[in-house]
């Protein structure tokens, strides 16, 4: 099992460009979630899902979008990039019971860097 | 909102037990304790849950008291490779009752040779 895969693992965007990334998870996992961490910060939860074709603000979800069409993947989309988003993305996933619902398991990370 | 305080770092000799202490005054009756370790350029990793008293596993302990205000992670016998950030997480409910699980700033274990 591969777990959660990110793609891409590494990115350069000019300011204004647009770009998605994804996130794809093979554990039947209802839950998905999208973090950013900046250097030396704790992550910050951007957008969750709780199952195929909803999803919810996290914490920081303003120039972000997100599309959870199918259940095994999750994508953020950035529409106008900004330097102030250079960061490392991670996703995760969980199965989303009440004992469960913290357990998640991480992605390898995408970091976006923005000119 | 269930919010955790841990200290923002600790040092600590090989060989040494270590215990790292988070304070979750308004943990809800349903929430669980969890715990992740995030080395640098990683994505975290599970180390540990548990709801009351304690727990074990071939990685940690975690000693819950009874009024479950508090929580702490025992790493016995730390080694170098446990140098890492690690974060103490209690169920958030988000929108509709549904768990957004959000993560506080960690510690920074340093062990030092």
């Known amino acids: 099992n591969a777990g959660v895969t990110q793609t891409p693992k590494f990115r350069v965007l000019k300011t204004g460009q647009s770009m998605t990334l994804l996130c794809a998870q093979d554990m039947n996992h209802e839950y998905m979630y999208w973090y950013r961490q900046d250097p030396g910060m704790g992550l910050r939860l951007i957008h ?17 979008n997100v599309s959870r069409l199918k259940k095994q993947n999750f994508l953020l989309g950035l529409e106008s990039a900004a330097p102030s988003q250079t960061s490392v993305y ?26 | 909102l269930a919010k955790t305080t841990q200290p923002i770092s600790m040092d600590s000799y090989e060989g040494q037990e270590v215990n790292i202490t988070c304070s979750h005054n308004n943990i809800a009756t349903n929430d669980y304790i969890t715990w992740y370790q ?7 990793r599970f180390i540990i849950q548990g709801y009351k008293t304690k727990v074990t596993n071939e ?16 790493l ?15 169920g958030d409910r988000g ?12 510690t920074k274990l340093q062990v030092i040779p």
Request: proline share 5%; hydrophobic share 35%.
């Open chain 2, 95 to 106: 929108s509709g009752g549904y768990q957004k699980v959000t993560f506080g700033t960690g």
């Open chain 1, 90 to 115: 991670f996703c995760a996933s969980s199965f989303g019971w009440d004992s469960g619902a913290n357990v998640l398991t991480f992605g390898a990370g995408s970091r976006l860097t923005v000119l």
């Open chain 2, 76 to 90: 016995p016998r730390v080694s170098l490779s446990d140098t890492a950030v690690y974060y103490c997480l209690v």
């Open chain 2, 38 to 44: 995030q080395f640098p350029s990683q994505g975290p």
């Open chain 1, 48 to 64: 969750y899902s709780v199952g195929e074709g909803t999803t919810a603000k996290g914490e920081v979800p303003d120039g972000y």
């Open chain 2, 59 to 74: 990685v940690a302990s975690l000693f819950i008291p009874a009024d479950r205000k508090s929580s702490t992670l025992s």
